[in-house]
Structures are given as C-alpha cells and as structure tokens.
C-alpha cells in the first residue's frame, strides 16, 4: 500500500523508489507493478550499485524479483458484482459460495478477508485459484542473484512494537490523514477503523489487524527457500552490520 500515495502516515512511507506513485482512487495489480520494479533493479545494476528491495506484500515482492507467472488480471464488473454482493448478503454468504467453487481457497481465506475472499472468488471465475496446489509463493529462479534476508524478533517485542506505533500514528496525524482521503481509498489496514472508531477502539483495531498480517507475513517468510534468517533484537546498527556481513559472504565473494 506503500504504492498509494495520499496516506504517508497510515503506511508508514519513506524514501525510496516506486512510493507514492500511485492515486488513491486507482485499482492497482501486481502485473502493473513488476514491470516497473524490474526496471528501478534494472537501472540501479546499470549503474553499477546494489539494489535493495524491502517488503512487504509476498506477492509483490516476490514479483519483483522474478519473472513467476501471474494470476488472471482484475475483472472489473466481476469485482464490484462481488462486493455489492459481500456488503448486501454479508461475509458468510459469499465465503460459501466461495467454499462452493474453490473449497482449498476458502478454508485458507477467512470470511471477514473482504479482499481475499472477493479475489478468490475473481480467481475461480477465471479458472485460477487462490491457493494452487503448487504453492507459487516463492521460486529459487530470480532475474539476478538474489540474497533473501528475513529480520526475526520475539513475539514479545513484535507485540511491543506494533502497539507502539500505532499509538504513534495517531500522535502524527493519522486520523485527520484519513478523514482527508474520503471514503476512496483502497483498502489499507486500519483505514475503516480510523474512520469510524474512536481513538481507542479504532488503535485497538489497528493493533489487533496488523498483529494478524505480521502472523501471516512470518509465515511466508519460512517458506522462501534458502533464505538469511538474522537476529534483529539488538541495536539497528549491528542488525546492519549482520546484513552486510551476510551480504559479502553470500553474494560477493568471487566467482570460482
């Protein structure tokens, strides 16, 4: 979501490329993104520099970095008929008709996974599927050599973390960043809650949806073959230097 630009707060932007490049009133897919992410890598290799890809979204990430083969592109009509549908009949209804054409999509999709569950439906429809019997979440076959490194911390401190900047958003602004977007905006963890909760619920909200996305994210993470787990619960400085470290072991030392 880092994509969108209109809610620096709200996804936690900096700097780099390819943030904000997007409208908030634009449905963007991940076939209009790899192209683009290939060719930031592309022009920072030229260049003679070491590109550094931080994320995020498994299946952006992923397509980043490789050339794997993407899902049927977004129907439009199909996806506004699943949503009026999801929002007048409710979640249960439409997870069922999901269970009735996709049942391993649907036991991996939870009925309140608005997005997920209209997405896999859209799948279904095409022929696809959400959850491919060959899991398509990562491939040792990247366009350039590639080190994947994943940061660990205790769930105690992750737990700490989240809480802390959540409270942190809304010390900056997040909730007049939110009431200023309208009612358009793509749908960003946190962005309904901040827009009709009261500070407390809407933080616990917040609190309570990314504690489930980092859950999900950590379990991507172990399935990439291959990767460089790294011990990140000490100063930013040594996480660093374990990075580079792991950098020059792996990547840069000569070829034989």
Do not use: C
């Not at 036991?107 to 429809?125: F, S, T, W, Y």
């Amino acid at each position: 979501m880092q994509l969108y630009r209109g809610l620096p707060i709200l996804t936690n932007q900096g700097a780099g490329r390819l943030v904000g490049i997007w409208p908030l009133d634009r449905q963007g897919s991940v076939g209009e993104f790899r192209p683009l992410a290939h060719a930031e890598i592309d022009a920072v290799l030229a260049d003679g520099r070491t590109p550094v890809v931080v994320g995020g979204s498994g299946l952006y990430f992923q397509a980043a970095l490789t050339d794997f083969e993407l899902p049927p592109p977004v129907d439009a009509a199909g996806r506004a008929e699943w949503e009026r549908l999801y929002d007048e009949r409710g979640p249960e209804h439409v997870h069922e008709r999901l269970r009735a054409s996709d049942p391993r999509a649907a036991a991996q999709v939870h009925p309140n996974d608005r997005k997920r569950v209209i997405r896999a439906l859209e799948l279904a429809a095409a022929g696809s599927t959400l959850v491919p019997e060959t899991s398509r979440l990562w491939t040792d076959e990247t366009r350039h050599p590639t080190l994947v490194i994943g940061l660990d911390v205790p769930p105690e401190l992750l737990e700490e973390r989240i809480r802390r900047r959540a409270g942190e958003m809304f010390d900056r602004g997040v909730e007049e960043e939110v009431h200023a977007a309208g009612e358009i905006a793509p749908q960003v963890l946190g962005f309904d809650a901040i827009r009709t909760l009261a500070r407390p619920e809407a933080t616990e909200e917040v609190v309570r949806a990314t504690r489930r996305l980092a859950a999900y994210q950590l379990k991507w993470l172990r399935r990439i073959p291959g990767i460089v787990r790294i011990d990140a619960n000490r100063p930013v400085d040594e996480v660093a230097d374990a990075v580079l470290a792991a950098f020059i072991q792996q990547v840069a030392r000569p070829r034989q």
